[in-house]
């Protein structure tokens, strides 16, 4: 149990202050003060950069690779890349790409993302109120040669969503699962004079074709609904079969 962090008490504060007190500068301390049953501890932290996987990867059976993408932040690219290359090497037949539930982050990310395997050409374009585009193109260097499937569902939101819109507009691979969450507009932060923020929709982004997706979501190639009682991923059997089959 966390009893205080650097003098703040954590029974007396709300937890944004208390973890405002934790978190900081890289290489710098925190002195917490914890107690277990009856015995308290008392330790200097250093604090340090955290970061989360967001990619997981494995070979399954009849070697078809799966991904899993849980989030495109800033280091996805790299792991991507670095787990697509390794199945590669391995001997990939066909990859199951896996944004069930993925809410998506960061543009940069996704446009890198999809820079690995992706055939030349545009990727997504976003649109203000006032008609100005931004593009955001593949440079095709290394297109993928294998069948690809993308798994994604409801929960798929904003990045997964240009990343299955892309795959399925260019047809180079199948998505599988239930329709997408259909959020297709760009937000910006605004920072105010007294330190406060406004978060603002400051455009919307189009899938490849033009379509806007906003409100409607993605529909699957294959639709698959997720059994709740079933003891197999369902889903991730019909993307492997699928991969298998091509």
Same mark, same amino acid.
């Given at each position: 149990?966390?009893?205080?962090?650097?003098? +703040?008490?954590?029974?007396? &504060?709300?937890?944004?202050?208390?973890?405002?007190?934790? %978190?900081?500068?890289?290489?710098?301390?925190?002195?917490? +003060?914890?107690?277990?049953?009856?015995?308290?501890?008392?330790?200097?932290?250093?604090? =340090?950069?955290?970061?989360?996987?967001?990619?997981?990867?494995?070979?399954?059976?009849?070697?078809?690779?799966?991904?899993?993408?849980?989030?495109?932040?800033?280091?996805? /690219?790299?792991?991507?890349?670095?787990?697509?290359?390794?199945?590669? *090497?391995? =001997?990939?037949?066909?990859?199951?790409?896996?944004?069930?539930?993925?809410? =998506?982050?960061?543009?940069? $990310?996704?446009?890198?993302?999809?820079?690995?395997?992706?055939?030349?050409?545009?990727?997504?374009?976003?649109? #203000?109120?006032?008609?100005?585009? &931004?593009?955001?193109?593949?440079?095709? *260097?290394?297109?993928?040669?294998?069948?690809?499937? &993308?798994?994604?569902?409801?929960? $798929?939101?904003?990045?997964?969503?240009?990343? *299955? =819109? *892309?795959?399925? #507009?260019?047809?180079?691979?199948?998505?599988?699962?239930?329709?997408?969450?259909?959020?297709?507009?760009?937000?910006?932060?605004?920072?105010?004079? #007294?330190?406060?923020?406004?978060?603002?929709?400051?455009?919307?982004?189009?899938? /490849?074709?033009?379509?806007?997706?906003?409100?409607?979501?993605?529909? /699957?190639? +294959?639709?698959?609904? /997720? %059994?709740?009682?079933?003891?197999? #991923?369902?889903?991730?059997?019909?993307?492997?079969?699928?991969?298998?089959?091509?």
């Amino acid at each position: 149990i966390l009893v205080s962090a650097d003098g +703040v008490q954590a029974v007396t &504060v709300e937890l944004d202050v208390l973890a405002a007190a934790i %978190k900081g500068s890289e290489g710098k301390t925190v002195h917490l +003060v914890m107690r277990r049953g009856r015995e308290t501890y008392e330790r200097d932290v250093e604090k =340090g950069r955290i970061e989360v996987h967001m990619v997981e990867s494995r070979m399954m059976e009849g070697q078809i690779g799966y991904v899993g993408i849980s989030q495109f932040t800033a280091h996805v /690219p790299g792991e991507f890349r670095k787990a697509y290359e390794k199945l590669l *090497a391995e =001997g990939m037949k066909g990859l199951v790409i896996d944004l069930r539930s993925n809410p =998506g982050g960061l543009m940069d $990310s996704v446009v890198d993302t999809l820079n690995i395997f992706m055939p030349e050409g545009l990727l997504v374009y976003t649109e #203000d109120r006032a008609g100005k585009r &931004v593009e955001y193109s593949c440079e095709g *260097a290394s297109p993928i040669q294998i069948p690809l499937v &993308v798994l994604v569902n409801g929960n $798929s939101a904003s990045a997964s969503e240009i990343f *299955a =819109g *892309a795959v399925q #507009d260019y047809g180079v691979g199948t998505l599988v699962g239930t329709v997408t969450f259909g959020k297709g507009i760009v937000q910006k932060t605004y920072t105010l004079r #007294d330190g406060s923020a406004v978060k603002m929709t400051a455009a919307y982004y189009y899938t /490849p074709k033009g379509s806007c997706i906003h409100g409607k979501g993605i529909q /699957p190639d +294959v639709e698959v609904e /997720p %059994k709740e009682d079933a003891e197999e #991923d369902v889903q991730l059997q019909r993307a492997a079969e699928l991969c298998r089959e091509k």
